[in-house]
T-cell receptor, first 114, second 114 residues
């Protein structure tokens, strides 16, 4: 009963470095999401994938790219990290839309860009 | 566009007293409403949801929420607070039939004291 698994849990990057955050779910969910959480701002949607093979921008996509590798996996890439991307990143998944399902969240990746 | 407001950054309550965490929402059509809880250094956990039907929704850990369409509110309540309820609470909304993207509030820190 792993649910949504995110790796790594912690990461420190230097400005300009790149990295990929990994996310995998084992619930056969169609939709997957990447959020960032910042103090006083709640969760903001970066990118989402409504189904395998599709991705769309959310509220704050600049500086990020995503790949829906297959139904299970949805990765988030920072091509050139900036201090403004210091945040906690959460991946989530959900069942098909239209049925009022909520999300299942991973435990998060705490990223610091120095 | 859909939105959620949580007007209180922090709510303090004594153990054994009732608690209320406020949430108001805005959507074009009918709302699907959710409450999530986040404990320190953890991902968000689902508490309860309103899709349709009875305006009083019961969820995990003794929490309940009341949907009020005229006031566009979905306040989280618990009759008797526990110290272990201390956490960060998020309200979220999505529009029925409008895709499965949830919009989250900024969160309310609940502190239950002895």
């Amino acid at each position: 009963n792993a649910g949504v698994t995110q790796t790594p849990k912690f990461q420190v990057l230097k400005t300009g470095q790149s990295m990929t955050l990994q996310c995998a779910q084992d619930m056969n969910h169609n939709s997957m999401y990447w959020y960032r959480q910042d103090p006083g701002m709640g969760l903001r949607l970066i990118y989402y994938s409504a189904s395998e093979g599709t991705t769309d921008k959310g509220e704050v996509p600049n500086g990020y790219n995503v790949s829906r590798l297959n139904k299970r996996e949805f990765s988030l890439r920072l091509e050139s990290a900036a201090p403004s991307q210091t945040s906690v990143y959460f991946c989530a998944s959900s069942e098909v839309e239209g049925r009022g399902y909520g999300y299942t969240f991973g435990s998060g990746t705490r990223l610091t860009v120095v | 566009a859909q939105s959620v407001a949580q007007p209180e950054d922090q709510v303090n309550v004594a153990e054994g007293n009732p608690l209320t965490v406020k949430c108001t929402y805005s959507v074009s059509g009918n709302p699907y409403l959710f409450w999530y809880v986040q404990y320190p250094n953890r991902g968000l956990q689902f508490l309860l949801k309103y899709i349709t039907g009875d305006n009083l929704v019961k969820g995990s850990y003794g929490f309940e929420a009341e949907f009020n369409k005229s006031q566009t509110s979905f306040h989280l309540k618990k009759p008797s607070a526990l110290v272990s309820d201390s956490a960060l609470y998020f309200c979220a909304v999505r529009e029925a039939g409008g895709g499965n993207k949830l919009t989250f509030g900024t969160g309310t820190q609940l502190k239950v004291e002895l």
